[in-house]
C-alpha cells in the first residue's frame, strides 16, 4: 500500500523553542492531509485538516496560531510547533488520503514524539 | 503477519441489518482498543474506546474486545444510510497507535 512518511520520529527541545514536523505521502498525491496528537495511554485526536494549497482546518480547542500548517504541496504537509512548552509533548501522526485509481483509502504516518524540556 | 489485520471490504448491507466490523491482531500488548468513523475526505471520528477486553456499548454501537482470541468487533444495530462510512480500527500498547487499514461500509436505503 501506499507510504506515509514522517520526520524527525522523536524530537526533544528547550521550552520556549519551535518545532517543525514534516508528513510526505510518498507514492501517492495527497489533496488533503490530517493532523493528529495523541497523549499517552489516551485515544488519537484530530488536529487539524490540512488541504493543499488552502487554510488548515482546525478543530475546537486547537491554537491555529500555535500550531502553524502549511500544505504547500501535493506530497508534504507540515506541522510547526511554535514556542512550544512541556504541555505539547506528544505524540504527533499525519495521514494522506489516496483517491488515485478509484481508491479512497487513507493512509497513517509513523507518528513523531515530540517532548518538550 | 501484520500487527492489525482488517478486512478493507466493501461490506454493502440494506438500511436496517446489524453490521458486524472485525480486526484481529498479533500483539498481545495491546490494551487500548478504538473505532473510528471516517467519511469521504473527512477526519476519523472517534466512535468507540475500550480498555483491555470486554463489551461497551453506546447507542447503536457495541465494541467488543476478546484479548484471548485477539480479536475485536463493532456491532451497528439498525444501520442507515448515513453510517455509509470507513470504520477503522486501532490499538497501543501505551501511547504508540496502531491502525487497521480500514473497512468500507456501504448502507443502501
Known amino acids: 500500500g501506499a507510504v506515509v512518511s514522517q520526520h524527525p520520529s522523536r524530537v526533544i527541545c528547550k521550552s520556549g523553542t519551535s518545532v517543525k514536523i514534516e508528513c510526505r505521502s510518498l507514492d501517492f498525491q495527497a489533496t488533503t492531509m490530517f493532523w493528529y496528537r495523541q497523549f499517552p495511554k489516551q485515544s488519537l485526536m484530530l488536529m487539524a485538516t490540512?488541504?493543499?494549497?488552502?487554510?488548515?482546518?482546525?478543530e475546537q480547542g486547537v491554537e491555529k496560531d500555535k500550531f502553524l500548517i502549511n500544505h504547500a504541496s501535493l506530497t508534504l504537509s507540515t506541522l510547526t510547533v511554535t514556542s512550544a512548552h512541556p504541555e505539547d509533548s506528544s505524540f504527533y501522526i499525519c495521514s494522506g488520503w489516496d483517491v488515485s485509481g478509484g481508491a479512497d483509502t487513507q493512509y497513517f504516518g509513523p507518528g513523531t514524539r515530540l517532548t518538550v524540556l | 503477519q501484520k500487527e492489525v489485520e482488517q478486512d478493507p471490504g466493501p461490506l454493502s448491507v440494506p438500511e436496517g441489518a446489524i453490521v458486524s466490523l472485525n480486526c484481529t491482531y498479533s500483539?498481545?500488548?495491546?490494551?487500548?482498543f478504538m473505532w473510528y468513523r471516517q467519511y469521504s475526505r473527512k477526519g476519523p471520528e472517534l466512535l468507540m474506546y475500550t480498555y483491555s477486553s470486554g463489551n461497551k456499548e453506546d447507542g447503536r454501537f457495541t465494541a467488543q474486545v476478546d484479548k484471548s482470541s485477539k480479536y475485536i468487533s463493532l456491532f451497528i444495530r439498525d444501520s442507515q444510510p448515513s453510517d455509509s462510512a470507513t470504520y477503522l480500527c486501532?490499538?497501543?500498547?501505551?501511547?504508540?497507535?496502531?491502525f487497521g487499514k480500514g473497512t468500507m461500509l456501504l448502507v443502501s436505503p
Open positions: 490540512s488541504n493543499e494549497g488552502s487554510k488548515a482546518t482546525y
Open positions: 486501532a490499538m497501543s500498547a501505551d501511547s504508540t497507535l496502531t
Open positions: 500483539n498481545s500488548a495491546f490494551q487500548y
